[in-house]
């Protein structure tokens, strides 16, 4: 299955160096999107509801969905997508895979995404790591579209959020109150935002009558090392330290 997807432009990779995220108007075409949300709600109708954890209050997921659908697993290794990963992230040749998920914001059921980075969980021995967020249907902002920290990438790992309440990135670090938050962002089905992994983001509420609706997939430089932090993800494969992430379950796409 071939799955179009556009090249980021010069000006928008730039833009993400500067700022640590970037909008990319369009990055997959409407009838691709349209397939992949019919897809998208069969999973996520199967998916666990139990509100465990801190993560759970603020949305609903489906891990690891490209394992098991061959249409997100097309999108998630598409050529373009390395390409646009690689050019974003400065300095890497080529890109693993770490996870894919849908994501699902559920008016009256799940509050903000509290502000926080993603990699200080992270067993990698180096933060070159992006997310790509993609809109599977229209999100209005006001249904909770992601809102960035500008620049807040140049300030290294702040420390891990979710694991306790109040332990978001703005309480831990009033002083980011000093950098600019990105503007509300109205994105139309098929648009996507792609954040770096030391970027501070967040999301409000979902205010809509409807649920807020995205897959995401998380690539890292494939020549980052496995450093043995525990992590669930990692913990039982067989990784050795200060090794690449030489396994199946992290593909490398070369441009």
């Given at each position: 299955?071939?799955?179009p997807v556009r090249a980021a432009s010069?000006?928008?990779?730039?833009?993400?160096?500067?700022?640590?995220?970037?909008?990319?108007?369009?990055?997959v075409d409407g009838e691709t999107v349209a397939l992949l949300r019919e897809r998208a709600a069969r999973h996520l109708r199967q998916r666990e509801r139990e509100h465990r954890t801190l993560v759970d209050q603020a949305f609903g997921q489906s891990r690891d969905v490209?394992?098991?659908?061959e249409a997100f697993r097309a999108l998630t290794l598409s050529p373009a997508m390395g390409r646009n990963a690689a050019r974003l992230l400065r300095g890497v040749e080529a890109v693993r895979v770490q996870v894919t998920n849908l994501l699902v914001k559920e008016p009256g059921e799940h509050a903000a995404t509290e502000f926080h980075q993603d990699f200080p969980w992270m067993p990698m021995d180096r933060s070159a790591m992006l997310?790509?967020?993609?809109?599977?249907?229209?999100?209005?902002?006001?249904?909770?579209?992601?809102?960035?920290?500008?620049?807040?990438?140049?300030?290294?790992?702040?420390?891990?959020?979710?694991t306790r309440a109040g332990d978001d990135q703005l309480s831990q670090h009033p002083w980011l109150k000093e950098l600019e938050v990105s503007p509300p962002l109205d994105l139309a089905a098929g648009d996507a935002t792609v954040h770096h992994a030391l970027t501070v983001h967040g999301a409000p509420a979902n205010q809509r009558?409807?649920?807020?609706?995205?897959?995401?997939?998380?690539?890292?430089?494939?020549?980052?090392?496995?450093?043995?932090?525990?992590?669930?993800?990692?913990?039982?494969l067989g990784l050795e330290v200060n090794k690449p992430f030489e396994h199946p379950?992290?593909?490398?796409?070369r441009p």
């Open positions: 299955m071939d799955i010069d000006d928008e990779v730039s833009f993400f160096h500067d700022h640590g995220w970037v909008r990319l108007p369009g990055l490209a394992d098991s659908d997310t790509v967020w993609l809109a599977l249907a229209d999100v209005p902002a006001d249904m909770g579209s992601l809102r960035f920290y500008d620049g807040s990438h140049r300030y290294g790992i702040l420390g891990r959020s979710f009558d409807r649920p807020r609706l995205s897959f995401t997939v998380t690539y890292f430089d494939a020549d980052a090392l496995y450093t043995g932090t525990p992590y669930k993800q990692t913990d039982e379950r992290f593909p490398c796409l």
